[in-house]
């Protein structure tokens, strides 16, 4: 199985991108749980939210590790989780950093919403990178990056 996540701020195109490789590849795609969270809740994220969320991502990335697909497609990560995080609330909750190391992952793909009109999805509010983003590093960090520019 290949695993493949699509990281990057709200409205990058990652949902969209997602669903086209889906499509393409008849691959297993894993939502974002705190899209999910937010609809059944009805509210804003607190810092106190983020243990739950990131327990719910795992969860559902987990249902579909063990389906076993040839492609598993995930909309977000830990790492997302963490970075909004940071930036919103100013902090984490450390167990997320060894969660996240025990994972394998194949594929980053690091989006920007550079030259994308707008979509609301979760935080409205905000349509920014999280300032904790490797976004001008990607290669330092790991991470491998393509351009979206032409969706």
């Known amino acids: 199985m290949k695993v493949l996540v699509m990281a990057g701020p709200e409205s990058s195109g990652k949902s969209w991108l997602a669903e086209q490789l889906q499509a393409h590849f008849g691959a297993v795609l894993v939502g974002e749980y705190v899209r999910y969270f937010i609809d059944h809740y009805q509210r804003d994220t607190t810092l106190a939210d983020i243990p739950d969320i990131a327990r719910g ?10 389906r076993q697909p040839q492609l598993l497609i995930l909309d977000t990560h830990l790492l997302t989780n963490k970075l909004w995080s940071l930036t919103l609330f100013g902090d984490a909750p450390a167990w997320l950093d060894e969660a996240l190391l025990a994972r394998h992952y194949d ?3 690091l989006l920007s919403p550079e030259g994308i009109g707008w979509t609301a999805t979760v935080n409205a509010a905000s349509r920014t990178w999280p300032t ?10 790991g991470w491998s990056s393509i351009s979206n520019r032409t969706r």
Do not use: F, N, V
């Open 57 to 66: 991502q795992l969860a559902w990335e987990d249902a579909g590790r063990a």
């Open 107 to 109: 594929l980053h793909l």
């Open 132 to 141: 904790a983003w490797p976004s001008s590093r990607p290669a330092a960090t």
